[in-house]
């Protein structure tokens, strides 16, 4: 046997390794995007729940934010009224 009649049986050979890897590491791979679906999947239902707490935060603070803005426009109100000045006729042809 020459060298020129191994060379092609060890290159398929080890092309045979080489696939047998890549099969190996493809469905040890399948398998990680599973357990990634699966851990993703559950953060999303997780993120899911909560979003009824935050709602009910967003329109509480909505709420406090309506209320307090009433607040302050009747005490500003209140105090124009207080101090507003009176206007005299001798103030109009000035």
């Known amino acids: 046997m020459t060298f020129a009649e191994v060379l092609p049986i060890i290159l398929y050979i080890l092309g045979i390794i080489l696939m047998v890897i890549l099969i190996i590491l493809g469905l040890r791979l399948i398998q990680v995007f599973d357990r990634i ?8 239902d997780k993120v899911n729940s909560l979003n009824n707490i935050f709602n009910v935060i967003n329109k509480t603070t909505t709420s406090i934010d309506f209320i307090s803005a009433r607040v ?9 009224k207080i101090f507003k000045r009176k206007k005299r006729k001798d103030d109009y042809y000035e």
């Not at 679906?37 to 999303?44: F, G, K, R, S, T």
């Not at 302050?72 to 124009?80: H, M, P, R, T």
């Open 37 to 44: 679906e699966a851990l993703l999947n559950n953060i999303e």
């Open 72 to 80: 302050v426009n009747g005490v500003v109100s209140v105090f124009d």
